[in-house]
Every structure is written in structure tokens, then in C-alpha cells.
């Protein structure tokens, strides 16, 4: 099998991120709910994670980073627990339906939306952020990397916008964490939302949320937290604060494997192998016949993806055809990203998306140039 599907999540892992999820389900317990042996050790994992999930992102308390199941739950946390009636917020085209949704629902509850539309590449521009702000303006939220176009957008400078205007910046960094540079401080990110199971290279069921010191979110959920059993409230400190219940310490475990890994052979290597098979199947498919290219690829600062049709050929029947006939995993359809198929005309049609993991190789990558292409010539 040829795994082209990594930015709905990342399929080949580090043996050592299954084996420490192994390691976890055989020896822990329940994190910061005894001193036994088993709940400790499972404490000190937990912990160990969030100190290089801080090293990471350059967070410098890593009680400030909770653990959350998606960056899903983290986007929810952030934008119910910020947005009020009332209150203006800013988002764009290019976002997933894990914030585009929770914002709606907050526009139903009074809080008022704006959406920053892009150009026939999938590019926004500042500016039209900064013209879109109101004297009840709270928010800015956005992606760092559309997961329908690899296109990238420069959150240092939106993050540089909001602490001019005093405006409140949530991050979404579920396409980039892992792979691009991203840090907190550098690029004025009040809140950021990540997920475990992509570019992290950690198991399905893991993700968080960084919120900057001085910032209160109300928590999306309350329920047990280990500490202060009395009180009718959930705690208010962090990481406590939001992460009522028992955390995926299994998850997270495997999740510390990840991103060890990571930091380890570094973010440059990783992205730069990643961006050197994105181009070489780009460079391969681009002059076929009946093949339309989505997303901007005149800089090689974007995600590892390409988005393309053939002619008329129905995207999903395209991927079925990549499945069955040659073993290639690809995504069809909308791909949580409404807005952005209504901004590239692809609704009806949707687009099948190829997303490359340093783990591919170019014997793979060469594979799926000669699928498309032989699958083009049926037009």
C-alpha cells in the first residue's frame, strides 16, 4: 500500500510511538489519581509530554498547554470559551469545518462573524483582515495551513495585527505542527490548537490547546480533575482547568514517542523531505492533459499537499480508482473545508488530494504521477 493521506492523518508512525503506547497499556494507570506505582508513572509521562510539546512551540510554562482528544476539542474549547454575545470575530475561507462550525454556533448565540475571502490560489491578504476590524472585534482565528491547498498563511503577521489592534489570536495548527516552525512568542499566538495524529506522528485520540498566561477560557467540559474534590466548580488553574476526566495517557504516551522523535531529527529535515516529494509529483502531474491543480505553488513555503482533478472525473471515483487498481490511499470530496471548495468552484466535483510524508519515498511518489497519469488518458 501507498499511503498518500497524511494530512488526514499520518499512517506510518516511529516504531518507538507504538511500542510506548504498548509500554503504556501494560504498566500505567490513571494519571494524578494516586500515588501507587502505576497512576505515578503514568503522571510523569503526561508531564514529560507537555514539557516537549512546550519545547516545541517555545511555550515557556508548559502548564499553560492542556490535553485535549483533536485539535476538534481544542478549536470547540477555545472559541465557546472566548466568543460572547456581542462580541466580532474574524476567520477565513481556507478553514476546516473544527472551526468554521463552532463558529457558527456562536454566531447563532449573538457574536457576530467575518470571513475573510481568498484569490483564484487560495491566498488571503492581511490587509483585508485588518479592514474587517470593528470596534467589537475579539478574535482573529485561522488556520497556519489550508488542508484543502497546502497554502500557508503568515500567522506571525496576523499575530503581529492582533497585539496591535489588542486582539485575541487562536491558531489552528493542526496541517503544521511538526513540520513548520512555530512559536508562540515569536508569532504573538494568544491560543493555539493542535492535533496529535498528524504531523505530530502520535496516535488518533490525542491533541491540545495552548492558552497564554493572563487568558481565561471558560472549559468546555467539567468533571473530575484530581484536585480540590470539593469544590461545585471545575478548577481554575491550568492545565486542570481543561482537562476534566481521565486523560488518554495511552495516547499520550505515544504521543511523547512523536514528538521525541521530532525534536530529535528535526523539524528542516522533516519538512524539507516532505516539500521535495509534494514538488516531485507536482512537477509530474502539472502538464498532463485535463489536469487542474489547485492552491498556489509558486513558493515551495507551503504544506506537502496537492489537490488536483482530471477533466470531469468525479474525485471520488478517481480515489477509488487509485485504491483498487493501484493501492494508493488518497482523499476525495469536500474535505471539511466548505468554503474553500465553494472558492475554487469544486463543490459538486470536490478534488482528490494527495498529502506526502517524509516516510514516502520517490519510487512511491513515481507510482502515483504514472497512476494519474494513465488514469487521465480515460477522459
Do not use: W
Not at 502548564?63 to 472566548?82: D, M, P, Q, V, W
Request: aromatic content about 6%; hydrophobic content about 35%; proline content about 2%.
Amino acid at each position: 500500500m501507498i499511503y498518500f493521506d497524511n494530512a488526514a492523518t499520518s499512517f506510518h508512525k516511529p516504531d518507538s510511538v507504538a511500542e510506548a503506547v504498548y509500554n503504556a497499556i501494560k504498566n500505567m494507570g490513571n494519571s494524578g489519581r494516586g500515588v501507587h506505582k502505576a497512576s505515578l508513572e503514568s503522571g510523569r509521562v503526561v508531564y514529560a509530554a507537555r514539557e516537549l510539546l512546550a519545547e516545541l512551540f517555545n511555550v515557556k510554562d508548559c502548564s499553560r498547554i492542556a490535553f485535549t482528544a483533536n485539535s476538534t476539542e481544542s478549536l470547540n474549547t477555545a472559541i465557546k470559551g472566548l466568543l460572547h454575545s456581542g462580541d466580532h470575530v474574524i476567520t477565513t475561507v481556507l478553514e476546516h469545518n473544527s472551526v468554521l462550525r463552532p463558529l457558527y454556533e456562536m454566531e447563532g448565540r449573538g457574536a457576530a462573524l467575518t470571513i475573510i475571502q481568498c484569490d483564484a490560489s487560495g491566498n488571503i491578504k492581511i490587509e483585508d483582515i485588518e479592514d474587517a476590524i470593528r470596534h467589537n472585534t475579539k478574535m482573529v482565528v485561522c488556520t497556519h495551513g489550508s488542508n484543502l491547498t497546502g497554502n500557508l498563511l503568515d500567522i506571525e503577521k496576523i499575530g503581529a495585527l492582533c497585539k496591535k489592534h489588542n486582539l485575541l489570536f487562536a491558531a489552528d495548527v493542526s496541517q503544521t505542527a511538526g513540520v513548520f516552525p512555530i512559536d508562540v512568542d515569536r508569532q504573538n499566538i494568544d491560543v493555539l490548537c493542535f492535533t496529535g495524529h498528524k504531523g505530530l506522528l502520535g496516535p488518533q485520540g490525542t491533541g491540545g490547546i495552548y492558552v497564554r498566561e493572563g487568558i481565561d477560557i471558560s472549559p468546555l467540559k467539567s468533571g473530575g480533575s484530581g484536585i480540590l474534590t470539593y469544590l461545585k466548580t471545575q478548577p481554575s488553574s491550568m492545565p486542570e482547568c481543561l482537562e476534566a476526566g481521565t486523560l488518554n495517557v495511552h495516547g499520550i504516551a505515544g504521543l511523547h514517542a512523536g514528538v521525541s522523535y521530532i525534536l530529535e531529527h528535526g523539524i528542516d529535515y522533516i519538512r524539507k523531505r516532505e516539500q521535495e516529494l509534494m514538488r516531485r509529483f507536482y512537477e509530474g502531474v502539472r502538464d498532463i492533459p485535463d489536469i487542474k491543480i489547485y492552491g498556489d505553488f509558486s513558493t515551495s513555503d507551503r504544506a506537502a499537499i496537492v489537490s488536483m482533478n482530471i477533466g470531469e472525473y468525479d474525485s471520488a471515483k478517481v480515489s477509488d480508482r487509485l485504491a483498487e487498481d493501484y493501492d494508493i490511499c488518497t482523499r476525495s470530496g469536500g474535505h471539511c473545508a466548505p468554503l474553500m471548495h465553494q472558492s475554487l468552484g469544486t463543490v459538486e466535483q470536490g478534488a482528490v488530494r494527495f498529502s506526502f510524508s517524509h516516510f514516502n519515498t520517490s519510487d512511491e511518489v513515481d507510482i502515483g504521477i504514472k497512476a494519474i497519469r494513465e488514469l487521465s488518458t480515460e477522459q
